[in-house]
Each structure stands twice: as structure tokens, then as C-alpha cells.
């Protein structure tokens, strides 16, 4: 098969209707590394860059309560910082650049997910229209939003 690693897809595709920040930015840590009393953080096996997540919910109507919620994953060497908040709305808008889908099967469902990843967090480019922004610049960066088929 031609398609070998992470496959390069826009934040539109991704969260056609925005998505909005509701936890705080964590680093990964790397479970299978760590020890009891030494933790060690994950780094992306491909950039080496260390990997963190942030929870964000799909402003997409259409998405099951279940599935509104994901972590989404972004490489960077330092924490991302998330977008100040817009007056009036609960939660803050933001959008990904430079994000990428890996499909896998799910250990505990053994259903189809996606993990999608990203280089950078930001505000949205325009505050009426969070989510109708153009795409990522580049694709060689990744991060994860794990989702269930």
C-alpha cells in the first residue's frame, strides 16, 4: 500500500464546525518508560519533539455526547499555550495547524479510531467564524485526537 505513516488532513476536515478548549494542555506521559517514581514524557519516535494533549470539544451539532470530547495531541518542545478567551463564550475557540490522521484499532473496543496530531495551537483566524479557516500549512508535523469509528 502507497500510504505509509501519518496522512495530512486540514482542521476543517477535522472539526468542520470549530472546536473549543476545556481542559488544560498536559504533557503525554509514556507509560511503558516510566517507573514508580520516575516518569518519563513521551516524544513523537518520527520528530523526537516532546508530545502534549489538551482536551477540546467538537462544536459539531451532529456529535454524539460521547464523542464531543477528545485529547487532542500536539508536538512542540515547549507547552503550548492556549488562545486567550473571547468575552461572552464559556470556553475558549481554537484551531490546529499542521495536523495529520493515523488510523488504529482500538485495544479495549477493537473498533476503527483515529489518532490525530498537530504542530501548533492558536486562535481562530477570524472570531465570528472560528472553524471556516483554510488549512494547515504543513504536514510534516503531527499530533492526536483519538475518536471511535
Known amino acids: ?8 488532513i486540514s482542521f476543517t476536515q477535522v472539526f468542520p464546525h470549530g472546536c473549543y478548549v476545556v481542559g ?38 451532529t456529535v ?13 518542545p515547549t507547552q503550548p499555550v492556549v488562545p486567550a ?4 463564550l464559556p470556553f475558549v475557540p481554537v484551531e490546529f495547524d499542521g495536523m495529520t490522521v493515523t ?10 479510531a483515529w489518532s490525530i496530531r498537530a504542530t501548533a495551537m ?9 472553524a471556516r479557516q483554510s488549512a494547515p500549512t504543513s504536514a510534516k508535523e503531527t499530533a492526536g485526537k483519538d475518536v471511535a469509528a
Open 64 to 76: 454524539k455526547a460521547g464523542q464531543k470530547t477528545v485529547a487532542v495531541k500536539i508536538l512542540s
Open 103 to 112: 488510523a488504529y484499532v482500538g485495544q479495549n473496543t477493537g473498533r476503527l
Open 24 to 61: 488544560e494542555v498536559e504533557q503525554v506521559k509514556d507509560f511503558d518508560a516510566s517507573s514508580k517514581g520516575r516518569t518519563v514524557y513521551a516524544k513523537d519516535k518520527n520528530t523526537g519533539e516532546l508530545v502534549w494533549q489538551v482536551a477540546v470539544m467538537d462544536a459539531d451539532p
Open 85 to 88: 478567551a473571547l468575552p461572552g
Open 122 to 130: 492558536r486562535a481562530p483566524r477570524s472570531a465570528a467564524a472560528p
Open 1 to 8: 500500500m502507497a500510504i505509509q505513516g501519518p496522512i495530512p
